[in-house]
Nanobody, 126 residues
Framework: QVQLVESGGGLAQAGGSLTLSCAASGRTLLKNTMGWFRQAPGKERQFVAAITWNGNGADYTDSVKGRFTISRDNARDTMSLQMNNLNPADTAVYYC???????????????????WGQGTRVTVSS
């Protein structure tokens, strides 16, 4: 079984930055696509970004393109989300996710991911 633990959430001002981290344990995820999703208050969880197993491929939802950067360090079984130029619309609980099987593709839907962290809250004030 895989455990994912997020960290790095907190309070930021509009225009500020935060870096989220996701640590994986229990089984190697070297060949598995990983991603970040978020759930704002009163809304459904939505895709934010995803990265392929080797880091050569990444995808972002339109609203974060140019502001967020996803990366991973397979040697440490970690994934990160660098968030710059934050705005109040980025306020949400952010979840780390990983696929069960290894393949070289990017996935944007929740159902494609089998492992989830507990979430870390990000609050952006105006």
């Amino acid at each position: 079984q895989v455990q994912l633990v997020e960290s790095g959430g907190g309070l930021a001002q509009a225009g500020g930055s935060l870096t989220l981290s996701c640590a994986a344990s229990g089984r190697t995820l070297l060949k598995n696509t990983m991603g970040w999703f978020r759930q704002a208050p009163g809304k459904e969880r939505q895709f934010v970004a995803a990265i392929t197993w080797n880091g050569n491929g990444a995808d972002y939802t339109d609203s974060v393109k140019g502001r967020f950067t996803i990366s991973r360090d397979n040697a440490r079984d970690t994934m990160s989300l660098q968030m710059n130029n934050l705005n109040p619309a980025d306020t949400a609980v952010y979840y780390c996710a990983a696929r069960r099987t290894g393949d070289p593709f990017i996935y944007r839907t929740e159902s494609e991911y089998s492992y989830w962290g507990q979430g870390t809250r990000v609050t952006v004030s105006s």
